[in-house]
């Protein structure tokens, strides 16, 4: 099980939009989800248009008269996702645990009792760097910053940094955080300069996929519901579900790599000996004119839909190309072009995809 706090002290940067879409996203691939609405505005609570007189309040305070378990307040939301409601009580929290004893640890202690069968648990954090943040921070080993395309955004990371750093020294609890560039508007130049700064800012800490702009998002938590719900075809429904594919396909490149070195080496070498003969690699060479862009990408069936350096094309006289070596088969595969998803303008053979859209195909 997994569990992946979503932080960052300002408030309006889609850190809620974010919790919510992603287990969303996440579900809609099979995994079994919790997300713990730690937030006492309780915006995602209300973004699911979910009601209860019990909520994480509840299961946290030791005050309460009215205790509950984790277990009895969390609510179904969609098949394979469930929530663990908030409410406005949750900001008496903070006072009743300052005087004792590892309040840092409330939240930790609770999951750690919780049995139940979640792949992953989702924290929505408040907009602050208190107690209850600390409490998400100590009780994962991820955190997800969504952050946007700003200067200030780029200094709030900093404060929330220091922040883990601290509990790693004091704790000695050990937390990595990934970068998630949100709210992109691709038709702005600016967007773009401040994606190169945090790029170079954070490296390898940022996620390959960027969530654009799309009113869709805001007017789906309006209806109570989350994006798939709402609108399963529009770019912000596509990019959530590319950031939960980009989540689970590292999960599953993590576990093999943890697989014993003698017994991965003999799978490949039985890999190798049985199965390349049979098939010959077939260079393809694909182009893009687009003289004008910053960046090109070809992604497909063939490299798992995923924007990395190995899927960047080459700018050469105001055309981009790449060349890659693919087994027999169809694969389906799009441009993306300083953000912006295209279909091959000089490849007649398309087939429609799953958000209405034309994906281009190529057969060896």
Not at 15 to 37: E, R
Not at 50 to 66: G, H
Not at 231 to 260: Q, T
Request: aromatic share 8%; proline share 4%.
């Amino acid at each position: 099980m997994r569990i992946i706090a979503i932080a960052n002290q300002k408030g309006g940067c889609g850190k809620t939009t974010t919790a919510v879409n992603l287990a969303a996203s996440l579900a809609s691939n099979n995994k079994k989800v919790l997300l713990i609405d730690l937030d006492p505005q309780a915006h995602a609570t209300l973004g699911l248009n979910i009601k209860s007189d019990f909520n994480i309040y509840n299961v946290l305070s030791k005050l309460t008269p009215n205790k509950a378990k984790l277990a009895e307040i969390i609510q179904e939301v969609d098949a394979n996702f469930d929530i663990a409601p908030s409410g406005i009580v949750l900001s008496a929290l903070e006072q009743e645990l300052a005087g004792e004893i590892g309040r840092e640890s409330r939240l930790w202690e609770t999951i750690t009792d919780f049995r139940n069968n979640y792949d992953f648990i989702l924290i929505d954090c408040p907009p602050n760097l208190g107690l209850l943040t600390i409490n998400a921070i100590r009780a994962t080993d991820e955190i997800i910053i969504p952050v946007e395309a700003s200067k200030f955004a780029i200094v709030g990371i900093g404060q929330l940094i220091d922040i883990i750093n601290l509990i790693r020294e004091r704790l000695n609890h050990i937390v990595e955080y990934r970068i998630l560039l949100v709210n992109f508007d691709s038709r702005l130049r600016h967007s773009f300069t401040m994606l190169d700064k945090i790029k170079s800012t954070f490296k390898n800490k940022l996620f390959s996929t960027i969530v654009h702009v799309n009113v869709k998002l805001k007017e789906a938590q309006n209806n109570g519901t989350h994006i798939l719900n709402f609108d399963k075809y529009c770019r912000g429904s596509k990019d959530y579900f590319s950031l939960s594919r980009e989540i689970i396909i590292e999960e599953e490149k993590d576990d093999k790599i943890k697989e014993p070195a003698d017994a991965l080496k003999e799978k490949m070498e039985k890999v190798l000996k049985e199965e390349l003969p049979k098939f010959k690699l077939t260079e393809v060479s694909l182009l893009f004119a687009a003289p004008d862009a910053k960046q090109v990408y070809v992604v497909g069936d063939f490299n798992n839909w995923k924007l990395d350096e190995s899927s960047l094309m080459n700018l050469e006289n105001g055309s981009w190309s790449k060349k890659m070596s693919l087994l027999p088969g169809r694969y389906r595969y799009r441009f993306v072009m300083d953000g912006q998803w295209l279909e091959d303008p000089n490849n007649p053979s398309k087939a429609i995809n799953p958000y209405g859209q034309m994906d281009s195909l190529i057969e060896i």
